[in-house]
Structures are given as C-alpha cells and as structure tokens.
C-alpha cells in the first residue's frame, strides 16, 4: 500500500497543471509490443500479452515490469479485477477464466456470451465483455456466461472497457476516442480523444483512467475528473460580416425602417475582437433578455437605392467541450430564483399551459428530478419524436410536437416548451454558421436551445443535430459546440426588439405600391498570417 499512496500523491501533484477529462498526466512505455487489455488490483496493474501467452504485473508509477504468470488461454484479451482475482477473457477460445494472481491457475471459465471478445471489466457485482466487430457491450451473469444486458456500442468499434464505481468507459479505436457511458442505457456522456492512435486497454485505478495504446506502445495516465467545467481547442481566428440589405421598387418611399443588429458577446469559447459598424450611426438598445442591439433608423428611401446595414466581427472562435457529470449536476432547488422564473416563463412559441405540452412534459420526465436526465430524456423524445423538414414557417411547439417536423427553429421550440413545463430553465441561442470552406457565405444561419445545470451553468443541446443512430454522435449535441459558429443572439422568445428573430430583424412603413425586399446573410473570412494554438 506504501507504493499506491506515493504514486497517488504523486500523481495529484502532477495532476494539478491539468484541468480536464483526457488530459495526460503521465506516461510511459510498454514493456511488450503485443498486449491489449489493462486492469488494476488495487496496487498494481496487469497487462495481457497475446503473443507471449501471459499476464504481466506492472508497477503503475514507473511501467516497469514486476513479474508475469502465464495466460489461461492462447490469445488473451481484456483484463478485470474482482477484488480478489484477475479474469481474462480469450478472444480465440471465447471464454472468459477467472485467474488466480499468483500463479496463473485457473480457478474457473465460463463461455463468452459474444463470438469477438475484447474488453473486460467488473462493475463491483459482475463482468462486462466488448464486442469491437458486432458493435456491441454485454453483462454477464456468471452463472452460464449469458447477457443479462445488451447496449450498443458508442461508436464504430468496442474495445477496452473499465468501470469507475458510477460509470462505464470505454475505448474505440477507430474514432480514437474514449467514451464515459450510463451503464443503464449506454448513452455517451463524455467524449475525449484518446491520446494515441490506437486505444485499446482501460484500466481506473481509484482516481485516474489509464489507457494502453496498441499502436504506439504506451500506457497513459489519464485526468478521470477536475474542477475545470470544459475545454476549448481548434480556434479558429475569421471576420465575418453580417449584412443586412433592403431593395425597394414602386413608385413610392421606404418611409421608415428601423434595423436591428445582435451585437455578439464574447463567450466561454468566442472571443470578440472587434466590431465595426456601417452606417457608424446607431444606437445600443437592450431587450428583457439582456441581449444587446445595435439599431438603426432610415427615412425616405427611394426605391431602387439598396440600403445595406452592415457588421463587420473579428472574431476567434473555438470548439468547446463541457465536461458534464450528472451526479455532479445540482437539484432544481438550486437554480437562482430569478433565472428559473425568467427562463421557464411561458411564451406564445412554446404554449407550455397548454394541457397537450403539459401532459407530454410529466409522460416524459417522469419521476426524473435530475436536471441533466430531466434535459436528456427531453433531447431523446425531440430526436426521436420529430423529422428535420422546412415546411414554411415556425409553428407553435404543440403542433410541430403533433405534425411530427420541423426546422431548428421549430425543434428548439419545442424542445425548450418541454423544458419550461418541466421546470427546467431553457432559451435558444442563434449564429451565423461556417458553410464547409473557411471562407464561405451563410444565408440560412442556425439556432439551437440551451438548458441551465446547477454546478455548470448554460449548456448547448441541439436535439435536431443530435438526431443521429450512433451514441457517440448525439453526445456530440449535448455540452458540444464546433468552432463553426458565431453566436449572436442568446434569447428566450419575443424580444420587444426582434420578437422571435434572432441575428436582425426590421419593422418598415412604406408608400403605397412599394413592394420592399430583404436579404441578410453572412459572409465568413480567415485571418491569415497568424497561428493560432
């Protein structure tokens, strides 16, 4: 125990220039080229060895290799440890043995309830086995080696898997990625990248992740949890201008046209550099939402003279990561007053009085009273429940709910209405969007809903991109954000300024026989001759 104290003081030394899930805080190499599965015995860690047929005992501080015991079988794969035994399943014979650590014998075998074997941990009760080929993750009880429980796997390919005490990880290969999961539904809740190119072996050693890279031959010491609520990477460094442009034709005047521009803020991930305006003439307005606007006024325009409204943003964007623990989410009760009842109030969007909205809401939460779960089962119906289609308008949350489509704007409607009638506080944000080239033109831009987690604050969740088959993918529109968007507007439904607009917004009066156009799109631009890290 001497040992494992020193590493773990020594580890949480090291540990404290590190912020979040991912990051490595030590690393070294493997003493074989061939091993593939990791486990820890509360002092040590275990490596397995397909080409030597053996089980190596590591020191966990250094790598170095303590001693080894001879496999069970011929081609052993993922380790675990019950508290007492190491079990090893053979992804040849398909048999998992219970393993004695002293000398190898075999004190017991059971047949594996799937034909490619890989991972293995022990969840405190039992066994979980991986299938990277069939995609798939299994209980077992022990009994007779059959599933109790199937999930899917979270993404293209299940490799290691490791049990912290709460949840379930898991390691792919392909995506090069590392998974935490719910191990009752197999729901990805975390997402970090892997720190080589080929992850395979997981272990949790009590307070880190350690991870075993097949590729590159290394085992990693990975942050499981800290302080730091997300992670910011790729920044992208752009000017994007926002234009706004009027065209009248008629024999009349545009008598009066009032223009209104979100002015974006800098954010956790958006840093907001500089703002130039055209015309240099306007005023700061702000709505009940506390979103400001740039407003502009213009008299007598004659028709055929085009007026542009313009705002020029230097901006450096970066994806961002929450890193969202829902044991770590606090209860309803702890929302500030003021925030629940602004952001759960009702809106003629959202129609949360309405019995239909209401019933909904109870069928779907439930007995659920955690924030994050009370947003998640939310997300899971939106997706599930409704098609992206465009059908010409942004209707009401009961009807789209009912018609079963709708647009983003559509499907953050209705997926805030649920969480308002839930009690859950929920606004949307809107955002001129990267259209595939760096340098690209956004006529469509997107909006998306947020949700308020004690502990963590306003979180992304945009159950229209989430709407995908592989867990992996819709845990990327939750917590999640590319570096794609230029969020302008953060709002909650009938600005007294753009009502239920977001990016601009005008109100006009005009001769009669004037007939008035309006285009407004966004033009992104990279900032060359500089790197951004």
Known sequence: MKILRTTTVLLSLISLSFSHPGQVVTEFDSPSSFTVGLTFDGKN?????????????LDPSTGKKIREIPSPGFWPAGLAWDGSYLWNVDSKQQKIFKVDPKDGGILFAVDSPTGNPEGLTWDGQTLWVSDSRDKKI?????????????????????????FDGTYLWCADRLEDEIYMLDLETGEVLIIFKSPGPYPRGLAFDGEYIRNLDFQNKKIYTLVREDDELFSLEDTRHARVTLTHEVKTSGKGLLRDLNVYCAIPESLPQQDILKIEYSPQSFQTVTDRWDQRFAYFHYKNIKSAAPQQTILNVETKISAITYYIFPDKVGPLSDIPADLREKYTANGSKYCIDDSYIQKLAKDIVDDERNPYWIARRIFDYIRTTLEYKLEGGWNVAPVVLQRGTGSCSEYS??????????????????????????????????????????????????????????????????????????????????????????NSYETWTADPQVQVNIETFGEWEPVENETVK
């Open 138 to 162: 299994f209980k077992i009880d022990l009994s007779d080696g059959t599933a109790v429980k199937i999930l899917t796997a979270p993404a293209q390919a299940a490799n290691g898997l490791t």
């Open 413 to 502: 409607f209705s997926f805030i209405a649920l969480c308002r009638a839930a009690g859950l506080p929920a606004r949307y944000v809107g955002a001129v969007v990267v259209r595939g080239d760096d340098a690209s033109l956004d006529e469509y831009f997107h909006r998306w809903p947020e949700v308020y987690l004690p502990n963590y604050g306003w979180v992304p969740v945009d159950p229209q991109g989430g709407d995908k088959d592989l867990s992996r993918d819709r845990a990327n529109s939750i917590g999640r954000l590319s570096n794609r968007f230029l969020i302008t507007t953060q709002g909650g439904g009938e600005s007294q300024y753009i009502g239920w607009f977001y």
């Open 45 to 57: 860690l275990w490596m397995s060895d397909y080409k030597s047929d053996v089980l190596i005992c």
